[in-house]
């Protein structure tokens, strides 16, 4: 019997739970089990309605950064340009990865990015889950009988 691992997609999924469309996704994506490591990230949930994304960028500028919102999907990608001084040099051990990486993250309708920062070698991306005014639950009163036939006739007129 074969079974499916969900753990890749839930990792980068923000206030997302339609199954239906993880599911398309992931056979667009092709092999499942192939997920990138690289950088590694967190996604925490701050309070009720905000999110952060924090992901490692060590050796990344601001400028090497890019995010953009492409209608439901966050991408994140890092390039750092190779200067003349860094092709001079010889390392012994060369542990920090600069290696250009793309991320993406698939949010809910409802998930806006309001923010960015780079702090101590940390990409936080700011997340806030704004629910429309129309889709937000509201109180229906129930009307006596009376109240009804006054509402019908407020109609009419």
Do not use: C
């Not at 890092?78 to 542990?95: C, W």
Request: net charge negative; proline share 4%; glycine share 8%.
């Amino acid at each position: 019997m074969r079974t499916i691992d969900f753990t890749p997609v839930f990792r980068s999924t923000v206030g997302f739970d339609r199954m239906a469309r993880l599911m398309d996704d992931m056979l667009r994506a092709g092999d499942t089990g192939n997920v990138p490591a690289y950088p590694p990230y967190n996604i925490e949930k701050l309070g009720e309605d905000d999110y952060r994304i924090t992901m490692a960028v060590a050796g990344f500028a601001e400028g090497d950064l890019d995010i953009t919102v492409e209608d439901t999907t966050l991408v994140i990608s890092g390039k750092v340009e190779k200067s003349e001084r860094e092709s001079d040099r010889s390392f012994l051990h060369r542990g920090i990865a600069t290696r250009a990486f793309e991320r993406r993250f698939h949010l809910a309708e409802a998930i806006k990015v309001v923010g960015a920062s780079v702090e101590n070698g940390l990409l936080h991306v700011d997340l806030v889950h704004e629910v429309p005014e129309e889709k937000k639950p509201r109180k229906i009163e129930i009307a006596t009988a009376g109240a009804t036939k006054r509402l019908e006739d407020r109609q009419a007129a």
